[in-house]
């Protein structure tokens, strides 16, 4: 018997693959502007800290998906806020955190 790496599968839907590849630059297309979304409902001010930015800033804005889920962009804004670098990263240091210390006993 030989073992090894096994070939590419089929989907089991038999979906053509040109038809999944559109799917997938319309979902991409859709989610990637909810970044100026975000700013244009929230305004450039971090959610956290209170810190404005501007045009020349403005790249030290990110936008933090509440949910955790980055494919969850109502356009209403309600699953984002608006955070700068530093409280962006410090939200995810928490989890992190918090995760490392509610399972150590």
Request: hydrophobic share 25%.
């Amino acid at each position: 018997m030989r073992r090894g790496r096994r070939g590419p599968t089929r989907p089991k839907n038999d979906v053509p693959v040109d038809d999944l590849i559109q799917e997938i630059r319309q979902k991409r297309m859709a989610s990637s502007n909810y970044r100026d979304r975000s700013l244009a409902i929230h305004g450039m001010v971090c959610a956290r800290c209170a810190r404005s930015f501007d045009h020349t800033n403005r790249h030290l804005l990110t936008v933090h998906h509440k949910d955790g889920n980055h494919d969850n962009n109502p356009p209403d804004g309600s699953n984002w806020e608006n955070l700068c670098a530093y409280c962006h990263e410090d939200e995810h240091s928490r989890k992190l955190l918090g995760h490392y210390y509610s399972e150590k006993k």
